[in-house]
């Protein structure tokens, strides 16, 4: 079933990374009035660059497994197959 999931889960990406992207350019002017620093951003403080990267990251991480999860969820549901695991490795 991993096959069959894939063409999905790699839709499904992308449809992630975009909802995040809007989720944290939302979330960064609650935060501050400027666009978000980039890495090459000559005139930034540390601060900003740091918190900017963190808030991103939790937010796209955050936005990738609930879209993942959901998506699962509606293979499972169209398919009657679980497109992953059934339950974690007890090695791990």
């Known amino acids: 079933m991993g096959v069959i999931y894939k063409p999905f889960g790699i839709v499904l990406g992308i449809l992630a990374a975009l ?5 944290f350019n939302f979330a960064w002017t609650k935060i501050d009035d400027e666009d978000p620093p980039k890495a090459t951003t ?3 403080t540390w601060g900003k660059l740091l918190a900017a990267a ?6 796209f991480r955050v936005t990738r497994f609930v879209v993942d999860r959901y998506g699962a969820i509606g293979f499972h549901y169209l398919t009657g197959a679980w ?6 490795d007890p090695d791990d």
């Open 54 to 59: 963190a808030v991103q990251g939790v937010i």
């Open 19 to 23: 909802l995040g992207k809007r989720v």
């Open 83 to 88: 497109p992953g695991e059934k339950r974690p």
């Open 42 to 44: 000559q005139e930034t």
